[in-house]
């Protein structure tokens, strides 16, 4: 069963800000929200991750709601190598959980 | 270092051959993965090696044999694999932490397999 729900694809303006949604109306008190993203011919490529406080790195920032039952990947300033299909996952730290991709968004940054 | 590097980038075969995929990393992580993905879907996971042990196959059929021969090398033996088999094959790497495979995995770019 999927866990995450997220729209099959968006497209951003480029130099604008890319908000990219996820749902996981299930997720349970110890499961962390991940982004990875895969750009074409490439492998995945973690993004960040977060339990219930906003995140931010050199890459992203992510939002989770207070309720946790949905988040946001913010990409501040898209560039066109932004351009890559974007996986929210939801996982435990705890044993070894295997990191299950759900089919992500798509998203396209138009110049 | 933060590469996974996988070789060969491409690779044909006949139904009847057996092939090896190859992957490396220099990064001291002692978790390491295979992944499967068709075209247009999301990577699948096969096996997963902590501390060069098999500590998960997803009911993968035997005709995918992986090896870890030591911490920074990790091997995928193909034989008799069928057409559907044709993906591309991902492997990852995680450091381990208190005996726990790590969130944030480094992935290669993956060896694009056509079985004809």
């Known amino acids: 069963d999927a866990k995450t729900t997220q729209p099959p694809s968006m497209d951003c303006a480029e130099g604008r800000a890319a908000n990219l949604p996820c749902n996981h109306s299930t997720i349970s008190g110890n499961e962390y929200v991940y982004w990875y993203r895969q750009i074409h011919s490439q492998g995945p490529q973690y993004i960040i991750h977060g339990l219930k406080n906003n995140e931010t790195n050199e890459m992203a920032s992510l939002i989770i709601t207070e309720d946790r039952k949905s988040s946001t990947l913010i990409l501040p300033h898209a560039t066109l190598r932004d351009t890559a299909v974007y996986y929210c996952?939801?996982?435990?730290?705890?044993?070894?959980?295997?990191?299950?991709f759900g089919t992500g968004t798509r998203l396209t940054i138009i110049p | 270092d933060t590469e996974v590097t996988q070789t060969p980038k491409h690779l044909v075969m006949g139904m009847t051959n057996k092939k090896s995929l190859k992957c490396e990393q220099h990064?001291?992580?002692?978790?390491m993965y295979w992944y499967k993905q068709k075209a247009k879907k999301p990577p699948e996971l096969m096996f997963v090696y902590s501390y060069e042990k098999l500590s998960i196959n997803e009911s993968v059929p035997s005709r995918f044999s992986p090896e870890c021969p030591n911490s920074s090398l990790l091997n995928l033996h193909l034989h008799a694999l069928q057409p559907e088999d044709s993906a591309l094959y991902l492997c990852?790497?995680?450091?381990?932490?208190?005996?726990?495979?790590?969130?944030?995995?480094?992935f290669g770019s993956g060896t694009q397999l056509s079985v004809l």
């Open positions: 990064m001291g992580h002692r978790a």
């Open positions: 996952i939801v996982r435990t730290n705890f044993g070894n959980e295997k990191l299950t």
């Open positions: 990852a790497s995680s450091q381990v932490n208190m005996g726990f495979t790590n969130e944030k995995l480094f």
